[in-house]
Structures are given as C-alpha cells and as structure tokens.
C-alpha cells in the first residue's frame, strides 16, 4: 500500500532563505506526483506535476525534483517571501487503472517571517 | 469564471441528522472527487466519479453516499451514520485520466468545514 510522508511538518525561516521540503513515497512505482499548496481554510492550488519519466520540474521560484529509486520529492523554494506561507502538500498517482486516484502525504506548514 | 464552487462555506450539522454538500465545476471535467481533511492528516478519498450516473468508494466511504446525475454536479451526503463528520471537506475535479497523457492534474473547490453541534 503506498504511504506518502512528508517531512518537516513544520518550518519557519526568515525571508529570502532559500529552503527544501522533503516528500518521501514506500512504492517507487508511481505515474505522477503533484506539489499543491493550500492556504488556511483554503482549497488546494496545484504548484508542479513531474511525470515518472521526468527528473524536474520548475516554475518561476519554485523546482521540484523526483527520485523514483529512492522514493523522494524536493520542493526546492528560492528567495522565499511571507506570501510563500502556506502548507504544502505532495500527492503521488500509482500507475494502472484508469482512475486518477491521489495519495497525499500529511503537508508542511511553512512560515516565511517578514 | 472557470472553476469549482463548493457551498456552503460553513455548516453545522446536529447529531442523526443528514446534510448535503454542494460542488458544482464549469471545467467541463469527467471526473470529479470528494476527500476529507482533518487536522495533522492528508487528505484522504471518499468517493470519486469517473462519469456521469457512476461513482466508485474511496478509502473511506462509510457514513457518506454521493450522485453524479450531471456532469458538472457531485454533490455528498454525510448521513447519520457518520459518526465523526467534523472535518474539512474537498471536492475536485479532473480530466479523464488517460486523455492528458497524464498531465491530468486535479482542480480543487474553497471547501466546506462541518461542525457536529
């Protein structure tokens, strides 16, 4: 059975550190995995989505990356700001069926301090 | 505006009695989702809807029941046989899977928080 954990559960850092959040998944075998993040009593916005086949992917500050061999996701933030507060959930697809049926790992709650 | 509404924002449910959660998407979507999310936990499926007039149980479906009469409604149904139905509730909604070549990303709804009084 997939299990998807995320650590830390929580980080605070001091705005314009650069910082990594960690996503680890027990069955390598997966189609996709998602970066989300979700704002307090907020629905989820989808950040990135690496394909098995990809090793990276980017948009403006933010670059996650994929292991499958070793079952890990970094979600690398550059130059972070207060408005990067928020939680940050990853979420895996397994592979087979016709279903898009996600994971979720338990988030990081990240505070970015003015 | 394209996207997923959910109503209401907050509802209160008393104890044996039923509620309705509404979602609606513009997205013209096949599949659309409903997961549960309680504090210092991930989200987690109660049902899901590949099409319309067909829905499938998620991980945790008892206490819950759900249609899919049109394609752009999923509404779900906490009975009263929910014991424990104080959470955050998520809809969503996604291209069939398989159509995308796998950039099926999910389209997540605000959410509605039920309160058990």
């Known amino acids: 059975k997939q299990e998807v954990t995320q650590i830390p559960a929580a980080l605070s850092v001091p705005e314009g550190e650069n910082l990594v959040l960690n996503c680890s998944f027990t069955?390598?075998?997966?189609?996709?995995l998602q970066w989300f993040r979700q704002d307090p009593g907020k629905g989820l916005t989808s950040l990135l989505l690496?394909?098995?086949?990809?090793r990276e992917q980017t948009s403006g500050r933010l670059n996650a990356s994929l292991d499958k061999s070793s079952g890990r996701s970094t979600l690398y933030i550059a130059a972070s700001q207060p408005g990067d507060s928020a939680t940050y959930l990853c979420?895996?697809?397994?592979?087979?069926?016709?279903?898009?049926?996600?994971?979720f790992g338990t988030g990081t709650l990240l505070a970015v301090q003015p | 505006d394209g996207g997923i509404t959910q109503s209401p924002k907050y509802l209160f449910r008393k104890e044996g009695q039923n509620v309705t959660l509404s979602c609606e998407q513009n997205l013209n979507h096949d599949a659309m989702y409903w997961y549960r999310q309680d504090p210092g936990q991930g989200l987690r499926l109660i049902y899901y809807?590949?099409?319309?007039?067909?829905?499938q149980k998620g991980d945790i479906a008892e206490g819950y029941s759900v249609s899919r009469e049109k394609k752009e409604s999923f509404p779900l149904t906490v009975t009263s046989a929910q014991k424990n139905p104080t959470a955050f509730y998520l809809c969503a909604s996604s291209t069939t899977p398989g159509r995308t070549s796998g950039k099926d990303t999910q389209y997540f709804g605000p959410g509605t928080r039920l309160t058990v009084l």
């Open positions: 979420a895996v697809r397994n592979p087979g069926g016709a279903t898009n049926k996600l994971i």
């Open positions: 809807s590949q099409i319309v007039n067909d829905f």
């Open positions: 690496i394909q098995s086949s990809q």
């Open positions: 069955d390598s075998a997966i189609y996709n």
